[in-house]
């Protein structure tokens, strides 16, 4: 935790030296932005991975809902999986090009902070828009993961654990950067 504080801290303060060189590169961006948008992008990716994943069992004739206990209604097709995904990396791309233009703020911190509360708040809205079933069945899952019951645990709770795992470190870098 301490080190990735001295990693944000070092990125401020290059951003900060070459902004009052007037000399922003493109490798100066590209060295500060990976500590912000590195989990979101993984995030991402992850969830047009797990759309492909989808497609595959249905060409194979898999019912993964079954596998994993969802029920039919709340299950997304592969189309609608990625094309979220890719969505989301559009608006991951848009704070990112907020993040290397300082817009509309002077301090670039500001982009992706902003695109962490919305997409938090994204997640929450009781709004039936963007599968709020799947949403509601994601938050109780995560739950479920963070505190899990003295019951037993679905197989979908341990899969989702583990890509929690798996992501472990990018995660840690949305905690600094905030």
């Known amino acids: ?14 951003r900060a030296a070459a902004a009052r060189r007037g000399a922003m590169g493109l490798g100066d961006v590209l060295n500060d932005s990976h500590v912000f948008f590195r989990a979101p992008v993984l ?34 097709s592969p189309r609608a999986i990625c094309s979220s995904a890719v969505a989301m990396l559009g608006v991951i791309a848009g704070f990112w090009f907020l993040y290397t233009i300082h ?4 301090d670039a911190l ?14 929450i809205v009781p ?22 019951p003295a019951a037993g645990v679905l197989f979908v709770e341990v899969v989702l654990g583990d890509m929690l795992t798996s992501m ?3 995660l840690a870098d949305v905690q600094v950067s905030l």
């Not at 500001?110 to 997640?123: N, T």
């Open 168 to 170: 472990s470190k990018a």
């Open 43 to 76: 995030l991402a990716l992850v969830w047009f991975l797990w759309g492909i994943n989808v497609w595959v069992f249905r060409k194979v004739h898999l019912d993964y809902a079954a596998a994993l206990g969802f029920d039919r209604a709340s299950t997304l």
């Open 1 to 14: 935790s301490c080190h990735w504080r001295r990693v944000v801290a070092r990125a401020v303060r290059r």
């Open 127 to 148: 709004l039936d828009v963007l599968h709020r079933r799947g949403r509601e069945r994601l938050i109780q899952n995560f739950f479920r993961v963070v505190a899990p």
């Open 103 to 106: 817009w509309p703020f002077e």
């Open 110 to 123: 500001v982009a992706p902070s902003a695109m962490y509360i919305l997409s938090f708040f994204v997640l």
